[in-house]
Each structure stands twice: as structure tokens, then as C-alpha cells.
């Protein structure tokens, strides 16, 4: 299934990549009239009023609830890659699991390593995987860790309490520097893909974010409610689902842990060998 962005938006974004300030400042100078006022347009929506770029993500998300556990995820992070994944170098984030109520050092490494239960992300047969650790960057020579982000093929982040994880993006710096990590693949773990949308809802709301909002970064225009029907979680019911939808006033999924969010430039696209629905907001 595909839900796909409009077109000014998919140009826009696309054209973050492409052209800088300088080259925008250029084209209002020299152009005719009909170009220049397209290119201040253009030059409003892509910079701020200090014209620096404004953020806009990284490219290509594979939002899943349970990790890569089927091989329809699979072959879509493959896809993303662009190479096999033996062939590619992942960043393990695993930050969000410690602000979790049942989060333990035992589960963190449990994530990194796959044992003693897999965690269907860091044991899939990567060239390599490191730990990036976001609590420890502040105190790092910041071009240090950014180039052992740029190395990287994929972060594989992991779930735990999304607020906590969403504000160490930003206290980190990793959130400032996605916009130029293009050819970088996210895949979200349950918080570790509820982080990149606008809203969690009060019923995730575990850390409390200095903010005192439910509000994360924004990355896609919808909301995750994941492990649909999960057996351990009893209250994450479709009937739950339903009612959390109607509290976000965006579009949201609810997804069992054999479904994943595939997006691509604005394109979304569900991946799944289980469940899920999508809820669209009425309009007022």
C-alpha cells in the first residue's frame, strides 16, 4: 500500500540535496523575474531567515515495531541498502531501552548482541556492527563520532521510551546532522521508530520530556502504535489503537511485530506478513 506526499513536497525535498544556499542567492540575482520569484519561494521553504538549511531528515526509514523479523522486512531493507546486508556497516543506537519501566543493562545488551532472545536488527549478518551510544556524544570531540556515523550503512535503534530517546537526539547533535546522511538507512525498533514521528500520544508518555509534551521529532507525518495484539502487552488491542488514533489529529498506523513503515523521499509504503490499520483524522 502507498500513500504518497504531494508533489511540491517530494520536489522540495529532493531539491535540499541538490542546492545550496549560495547557488539559491545566485539564481535571485541573476534570473529573470519568473525564476527568481520561484526561487525565493524555493529559497523560504528550504532556509531559515540566517540561511542555514532547514532540516528536513534523512532519506530512507524502515519503521518497524518487533525488528526484522520476516523476510518481506527483509528484502525491503535490502532494498533500502542497496547492497546486501553483509556488505553494509550498522551503528547500533541502543539509548531509548534505559528510560523504559523494564528497561535493564541485560536488555541493552540483549538488543546489541541477539541473545539470549534476538532482537531481529544487530544479528542479521552485517559486515560489522558498533555501538553508538547517544548519552556519550556530548562529552566527544563532535567530528570524532560524526565520522563513525558517516561510515555507516544503517543505525538499527532501539525501543524503550521514545521522549527519552527523541531528547538525546537532540542533546547529542546526531539529530542536526541526519539532513546530510542521505544514503543512510534508519531502522526504528519499536521507540526507535515512534521517535521519528510527531506524536506518541499520552499513552506512551513514560520519560518525561523537559518539554512536558508528547511531541518527538517529526521525521514522517504520521504516528506508530506498535505491537499490535502483542501477547505480553493486553492493552494493545485495535479498540486501544482506535482510541489512541483519535487523540493525535494526524495520520497513524497501528502495527503488529511482522509489519514495518517503509519510506522513501515522502513515499510510504507498509510492509507486512501480519496486521495493521491505518487511521486517518476526520476532518473538524
Not at 521507540?191 to 521529532?217: C, H, N, Y
Not at 521525521?219 to 502504535?225: A, D, E, G, Q
Not at 489529529?249 to 519510506?263: F, G, L, N, P, R
Request: aromatic letters at 10%; glycine letters at 8%.
Amino acid at each position: 500500500m502507498y500513500h504518497t506526499s504531494n508533489l511540491l513536497q517530494v520536489i522540495i525535498t529532493s531539491l535540499v540535496y541538490f542546492l545550496d544556499a549560495t547557488f539559491i542567492r545566485l539564481c535571485l540575482e541573476s534570473g529573470s523575474c519568473v525564476f527568481r520569484t520561484y526561487m525565493l519561494y524555493l529559497s523560504e521553504k528550504l532556509f531559515d531567515n540566517q540561511g542555514l538549511l532547514l532540516r528536513r531528515g534523512i532519506m530512507k526509514y524502515l519503521l518497524t515495531s518487533g525488528g526484522v523479523r520476516n523476510p518481506s522486512i527483509r528484502n525491503a531493507l535490502v532494498e533500502l541498502l542497496g547492497k546486501p546486508i553483509a556488505e553494509c556497516k550498522a551503528l547500533c543506537i541502543p539509548t531509548a531501552i534505559y528510560a523504559h519501566p523494564y528497561g535493564t543493562p541485560d536488555l541493552a545488551w540483549e538488543f546489541i548482541s541477539g541473545h539470549p532472545s534476538p532482537s531481529y536488527m544487530c544479528e542479521l549478518g552485517w559486515q560489522s556492527v558498533g555501538v553508538l551510544e547517544l548519552t556519550a556524544l556530548p562529552s566527544l570531540d563532535k567530528e570524532r563520532w560524526i565520522s563513525w556515523v558517516r561510515e555507516a550503512d544503517a543505525l538499527l535503534v532501539n525501543g524503550g521510551d521514545a521522549l527519552y530517546l527523541s531528547h538525546w537526539m537532540r542533546e547529542s547533535g546526531l539529530l542536526d546532522i541526519l539532513p546530510s546522511l542521505d544514503n543512510m538507512v534508519w531502522v526504528g525498533l519499536s521507540a526507535g521508530s515512534m521517535v521519528m514521528t510527531p506524536r506518541i500520544g499520552q499513552e506512551f508518555v513514560g520519560w518525561k520530556s523537559p518539554t512536558g509534551s508528547d511531541e518527538t521529532l517529526g521525521m514522517v507525518n504520521f504516528s506508530i502504535f506498535p505491537h499490535l495484539d502483542y501477547p505480553s502487552f493486553p492493552e494493545n488491542t485495535l479498540a486501544h489503537a482506535e482510541k489512541w488514533a483519535t487523540t493525535l489529529q494526524v495520520q497513524s498506523y497501528a502495527i503488529d511485530d511482522e509489519t514495518a513503515i517503509k519510506v522513501v523521499d515522502g513515499t510510504v509504503e507498509v510492509i507486512s506478513e501480519g496486521h495493521w490499520k491505518l487511521f486517518t483524522p476526520q476532518k473538524s
